[in-house]
Every structure is written in C-alpha cells, then in structure tokens.
C-alpha cells in the first residue's frame, strides 16, 4: 500500500523568501503525483499534477518536480507571499483491485505561514 | 454552481444519532469519492464510485458507514450511531479524467 509523507510538517518563513515543500512516497509505480492547497475551513484545491512521465510542472511561482526512482517530489515556491500561507498537501493513486487508478492516499500536508 | 457542493457544512450530532452527508458533484463527472479528514491530518480515502456503482469501499471504517450514488449524480455518506471518534471533515470529489475537484466538506462534530 502506498505511503506518503511530508516534510517538514509545519515551516515559517518571512516574505520573499524561496521555500521547498517535499513530499515522499515508497510505492514508485505512480500514475501520477499532485499537490493541493487547503486553506482553514475549506476543501482542497490542485495546484499542479505531474504525470509519472513528466518530470516537472510549472504554473505562476510554483513549480513541482517528480523523481520516481527516489520516491521524492518536491513543491518550489518562490518570491513567497503572505496568502501563500495554507496548508500544502501531496497526494498519489492508489491502484483499484481492476488496476486503475482510484482514491487519492495523501500526506499530512505541511502547514506553512508566510510572515509579512 | 460549477463546483463540488457539500451540505451541510457544519454538523454537530449527539453520539448515537444517525446523520447525513450529502455531495453534489461537478454536473457530468462519472466518479466520485469520499474522504475523512481529521484534525492535524490528511484526507483518508472512504470510498470511490463510477456513475453509480460502487467500487471501492475499502476505507469506510466500520459497518456503520454507508455510502450511496443511486443515479449516478447526487451520493450521500450515511453513518448510523455515531461515534466521539467519527468527528471529522469528510470531503467529496469528483472528477472527469484524472484531476479530481474537491467540495469544501463537512464537519462533523459528535459529542
């Protein structure tokens, strides 16, 4: 079964700053990888999904990798603002017993706060 | 609305009631999905269905979760005799392909 992890669990950082979310899982055989938002009282909202061919995915200041073979995918956030602040979360898909993909099996997520 | 809408958004329940959840999907979405979220954590998979049927329900906890999708569109997550340990936010998703929307859940609350 796939586990997920992430680290580090919660990061404060100032304004401006570069920061790295990173986001493990032991199972290599991933369809794909995804990174969500969650803000206090609300659901989820994807930020990027990287596809297991895929490399990278980009959009605005985030950026996602993939590396299959480490089990690591890690999330770039850059020139950090204070409504950046939420709740990152990754997550993979699970395998159905018909071999497709279903669920999602998550991380804890890292709760991140960027001061002003 | 054009995304996933949960109701309702705020439940408290005496333990041992009966409730409700209800999830409407993205209109045209075949799959849906249930999670629980508790505090501090992330979202743990329930179940998953295809239009209507019901192909995973590996993650329901206990007997007393049962989930629904009778024509395909609208499910409900019933969970009978509630329990002080069922208290959490339980998201629906639904999804087209491979990116899955999420709804803003539930809160659940039993005391």
């Known amino acids: 079964k796939q586990e997920v992890t992430q680290i580090p669990a919660a990061l404060s950082v100032p304004e401006g700053e570069n920061l790295v979310l990173n986001c493990s899982f032991t199972d290599s055989a991933i369809y794909n990888l995804q990174w969500f938002r969650q803000d206090p009282g609300k659901g989820l909202t994807s930020l990027l999904l990287i596809q297991s061919s895929q490399r990278e995915q980009t959009s605005g200041r985030l950026n996602a990798s993939l590396d299959k073979s480490s089990g690591r995918s890690t999330l770039y956030i850059a020139a950090s603002q204070p409504g950046d602040s939420a709740t990152y979360l990754c997550a993979s898909p699970n395998v159905g017993s018909g071999g497709g993909a279903d669920g999602l099996t998550f991380g804890k997520g890292t709760h991140l706060i960027i001061q002003p | 609305g054009a995304g996933v809408s949960q109701s309702p958004r705020y439940k408290v329940a005496k333990r041992g009631q009966d409730v409700a959840l209800r999830c409407d999907p993205i209109?045209?979405?075949?799959?849906l999905f249930w999670y629980q979220q508790a505090l501090g954590q992330g979202p743990e998979f329930l179940t998953y269905?295809?239009?209507?049927?019901?192909?995973?329900k590996s993650g329901l906890p206990s007997d007393r979760f049962f989930a629904e999708r009778p024509e395909g569109s609208v499910s409900t997550l019933k969970i009978q005799r509630t329990q002080q340990e069922d208290s959490a936010v339980y998201l629906c998703?639904?999804?087209?392909?491979?990116?899955?929307?999420f709804g803003q859940g539930t809160r659940l609350t039993v005391v």
């Open positions: 269905f295809q239009n209507e049927a019901q192909l995973d």
């Open positions: 998703a639904s999804s087209l392909g491979v990116a899955a929307f």
């Open positions: 209109s045209g979405h075949v799959s």
